[in-house]
């Protein structure tokens, strides 16, 4: 099914990431940007995590390392092979995610195959899967949050397989995955609701029904978190690692800069009510995940990638590796690109971003001619490219959608009242 | 079903809306610890416990010296001696303020004293300037209660001002402007500062020096508080000021600064004195060796004289002695420990001024006394027990009044603004601080001076710690009002679509019903 050019998309990306690690100053820069590695996904601080834990010295006492224990039980095994392994690890995760895609892409257009379509769209080929791990894998984006090492890589990875596993209709491998994701860095718990859905529309067995499978699958799910959360006890030896790891992302302990939202917020907040917006900023992130599983429940993946961009602007330690597959989740429904309003705007306000992001960043800390507000400026711009993409994706499916049943309106305004 | 689709999507939003209900009730909660205001108050009225500064003098009166002969066989009676002294010294030193705020219980116990030959070196401390054999019972009491005066009338001005009058007067104090604010751990710095180590290198023994002349005092004193000592050399101490210059004929010229110029003698931009050390308050200590072109540098009085002792004392903050190496000198001038002697006796008597010893023979000699009265030396300590007696008492006097005023301060903070957050340690601070006051107070009653220190150090601290915590800070609080300001921006925008939502579905919902009934019927 591949063709000839899709044949050298793997190699090129996997050869592409490793001379990236090659050069030490590319690979060493990307380690520290704030924009790319966060204080819960940097390969820093879990080689400082992994040496005390070497050491037999409790990994967590530092206050410097926020990571799941199973992340140092991993390089660990990886550090003690060879020097090289780890660049090739993470190249090849990447291009492994790039393959998940592939097989994402397939499913969903297997799945859609008898959909009811608009007229235009009965004529166009949908999009080549392999097209869509090129979107992902040749993202600058996503090099960079790879070559610097982030461990948010595994997430990502997680979560694309879960998707996989799902539409697959694997339901425990799928909880597998997504339990990982959690267990990782936490707000991919938003994603089970949508994985569930996804399972139980496409997946023909004898209890299939929603309720039924939404019982089994959150079972699953809790079991195998349960068991990751105990093991990491056993390996680390105290409980303590719960504070360290998700505590530091739910009461943002490190206020360290990054492209999200709340580290400027929380640098200025009255200390009487941080504790009040923490809960508001935390709950915020959750509160979509209702609405859209039950509003756009016939789009099951969509929702997924709805998600998973609202993860990248209003988690708390977001960088732009989550946007990176978010923008490689969005080609899977390239059918709503035709719908898409703000594409113009939106690319610019990515490219002003990244271009000023580092310039501002540089004006702050080492030139000392500017201040906090610049760099929190561009992250606002950036993340206002990102809503503006939701909202345009939202906009774009709703109304794909109404057109499908309503051929007449094609073309027309539609005024909700 | 599209209907019900959207009640859903709203139903749901606002589950999680009122699941953050409980939540809002519980981050914004205002914590107030109960703070014991009654307790304060009673004691910033002075009513929780009457301070008092008791004072018990044994006289050893010898009755019968051996082999003398007895003038009068009258036995000398002892209760009327001690009422009569206690009553001349209190007339004396009776206050000129009618509401009185400190007591000062005096005893006088008058003890038969044979004397023994081993005694007799003792006996001319105090000594009768008429030189008569026999002291006659008026003598006694007339000597006495001079001597009594003379010792306590310095420490209780002193002490009554502390804690009867307002923090205005104590500035105005010369000598309570000398001292420094009590710690119970100070941090002594010398410095030997050298002003051009081209021409001239130079190097001390100090360690040596401390060791043998500021050991001995300072372990005295360490009753009161604690001294940590560490020591540098600066090279490249130029002086902030420039000397004038003073010709004189036959003899050497010389260079001089004035009274005037010698509170900008500290080059406080470039000599590097403040310590990072600890957080102690420092006591500076400055041995200033001039610039070969500015030698030899003296310092003139009011009157224009060259002051004998070449130094001086900055108030609150440290002692200065300029040293001009001699002519010869060149290349490297090394202080021994002997070399030091003189430097050390002037820093340790700006020590005792810093840290409010008062010289107990300047109060003397202000007195008028037809009986001349010397007091034994101090050899090694260079500080009396009579003198740190005077210093104990004062510091407790301070450290209670100044652990009230904080307390005081702190609950009229946590009066003035109902936001404010006060917790658990807090309280307990504070209970342990009145609790410190208590002690300290009761030990005072029993005399027990170094438990009252001891306390009241205790207090000041706890009342310090409470009123400096970082959660006791006004700025951190607002009124009411501002709180709209705050939940404004983010809620306004977000609640109006969510009760609109709420609004429509309602209306919606009943149509439906009015449709329902219009078709049933």
């Known amino acids: 099914m591949m063709t000839r050019k899709a044949i050298l998309i793997p190699p090129l990306a996997f050869i592409l990431r490793i001379v990236l690690f090659n050069i030490p100053t590319i690979a060493d820069t990307l380690a520290t940007r704030v924009e790319v590695v966060t204080p819960i996904t940097s390969f820093k601080r879990l080689t400082e995590g992994l040496y005390l834990y070497e050491n037999s010295v409790p990994p967590y006492d530092n206050g410097i390392f926020h990571q799941a224990p199973f992340l140092l039980v991993l390089f660990s095994a990886l550090t003690s092979l060879s020097p090289l392994a780890i660049p090739i690890v993470y190249a090849g995760v990447d291009t492994f995610i790039g393959y998940a895609l592939v097989v994402i892409t397939q499913m969903k257009q297997k799945n859609y195959a008898n959909a009811p379509k608009l007229e235009v769209e009965k004529e166009m080929a949908p999009i080549d899967p392999w097209t869509v791990a090129a979107l992902y894998l040749f993202n600058p984006l996503t090099i960079l949050s790879c070559v610097s090492k982030s461990t948010l890589i595994f997430t990502n990875l997680s979560v694309v397989l879960s998707v996989a596993l799902a539409l697959k209709g694997d339901a425990i491998y799928s909880m597998f995955w997504v339990a990982i994701a959690s267990y990782l860095s936490f707000y991919p718990a938003m994603l089970m609701p949508a994985l569930v859905l996804i399972i139980s529309k496409w997946t023909p067995s004898n209890n299939s029904t929603l309720v039924k499978q939404a019982r089994a699958s959150t079972f699953y799910f809790v079991a195998w978190l349960a068991l990751f959360l105990i093991s990491s006890r056993i390996l680390v030896g105290s409980w303590d690692y719960l504070y360290s790891t998700y505590g530091t992302i739910l009461c943002l302990t490190d206020l360290t800069p990054n492209v999200g939202m709340f580290w400027y917020f929380f640098i200025e907040m009255f200390d009487q009510f941080r504790n009040f917006f923490l809960v508001v900023f935390q709950l915020h992130a959750f509160i979509f995940v209702a609405p859209l599983c039950i509003k756009i429940r016939e789009h099951p993946v969509f929702v997924i990638i709805v998600l998973s961009g609202m993860m990248s602007i209003l988690k708390s330690y977001p960088s ?11 080609p899977v429904h390239d059918e709503l690109f035709k719908y898409a309003r703000y594409g113009f705007l939106v690319t610019n306000l990515y490219l002003y971003s990244a271009a000023l992001a580092p310039i501002f960043w540089h004006l702050w800390i080492y030139a000392g001619s500017g201040n906090a507000n610049f760099f929190y400026a561009i992250t606002l711009v950036y993340n206002l490219g990102q809503v503006l993409l939701l909202i345009d994706l939202v906009y774009a499916v709703l109304r794909r959608s109404y057109d499908i049943a309503n051929p007449h309106t094609i073309g027309k305004e539609v005024v909700h009242k | 079903m599209p209907d019900s689709t959207k009640r859903l999507v709203i139903a749901s939003v606002w589950a999680v809306v009122l699941l953050g209900l409980p939540l809002w009730w519980k981050t914004t909660a205002v914590y107030r610890a109960q703070l014991p205001f009654s307790q304060i108050d009673s004691w910033a009225e002075r009513k929780a416990c009457q301070l008092s500064f008791p004072s018990t003098f044994v006289i050893h009166l010898a009755s019968i010296a051996d082999g003398e002969p007895q003038a009068h066989n009258r036995p000398l009676d002892f209760a009327v001696i001690q009422e009569t002294i206690t009553s001349h010294v209190n007339n004396r ?9 400190v007591e000062f219980p005096l005893h006088v116990n008058i003890q038969n004293w044979p004397i023994t030959s081993d005694m007799k070196n003792l006996l001319h401390h105090i000594e009768p300037s008429n030189s008569k054999q026999v ?15 003379a010792i306590l009338k310095g420490e209780r001005e002193r002490v009554r001002s502390l804690a009867c009058d307002s923090e205005l007067t104590e500035r105005s104090n010369l000598d309570g402007a000398r001292t420094m ?36 005092f300072i372990s005295e004193v360490s009753l009161v508080s604690n001294f940590t000592v560490d020591s540098q050399i600066q090279h490249y101490a130029d002086l902030a000021v420039t000397p004038q210059f003073m010709e004189r004929q036959k003899l050497p010229s010389y260079y001089y600064l004035t009274p005037q110029t010698l509170p900008h003698f500290i080059n406080s931009a470039e000599w590097n004195l403040a310590s990072a050390i600890s957080s102690y308050p420092t006591i500076n200590f400055i041995l200033y060796i001039p610039a070969a072109d500015k030698t030899p540098l003296r310092i003139h009085d009011d009157k224009g004289q060259p002051l004998r002792s070449n130094a001086f004392l900055i108030p609150r903050w440290g002692g200065i002695a300029i040293k001009n190496p001699p002519k010869a000198a060149s290349g490297k001038l090394e202080f021994s420990k002997e070399d030091l002697k003189p ?9 005792r001024g810093l840290i409010g010893i008062h010289d107990l023979k300047k109060t003397m000699s202000s007195l008028e006394s037809s009986y001349e009265i010397s007091l034994a030396p101090t050899p090694q300590t260079a500080v009396t027990v009579i003198e740190m007696d005077a210093v104990v008492k004062q510091r407790i006097a301070e450290n209670v009044v100044n652990s009230i005023a904080t307390l005081k301060s702190l609950a009229q903070l946590v009066m003035d603004i109902p936001n404010m957050v006060v917790l658990d340690h807090i309280r307990t601070e504070v209970q342990l601080s009145l609790d410190s006051l208590n002690q300290a107070c ?4 029993q005399e027990d001076y170094l438990k009252a220190l001891q306390h009241s150090i205790h207090a000041i601290e706890r009342s310090e710690k409470a009123f400096f915590d970082p959660t006791m800070v006004s700025m951190l609080y607002f009124p009411d009002e501002h709180k709209y300001a705050i939940y404004m921006p983010l809620f306004v925008p977000v609640s109006v679509p969510l009760i609109m939502a709420v609004i429509k579905q309602l209306k919606e919902y009943k149509k439906e019903k009015r449709e329902q009934k219009v078709k049933a019927e």
């Open chain 1, 320 to 330: 732009v590796g989550d946007a990176a597959l978010f923008l490689g989740l969005l």
């Open chain 2, 135 to 149: 002291i006659a019972i008026a003598d006694i009491e007339e000597v006495s209660s001079a001597v009594i005066t």
């Open chain 2, 442 to 445: 009761q030990a005072l009653q």
């Open chain 2, 181 to 216: 604010k009590f710690s119970p751990t100070y941090q002594m710095t010398f410095s030997l500062m050298n002003g051009n180590p081209d021409s001239l290198q130079v190097d001390w023994d100090i360690e040596a020096a401390v060791n043998t002349y500021l050991k001995p």
């Open chain 2, 93 to 101: 030193l009776a206050s000129t303020n009618a509401r009185e705020c």
């Open chain 2, 343 to 351: 430097f050390m006796e002037i820093f340790v008597a700006q020590l």
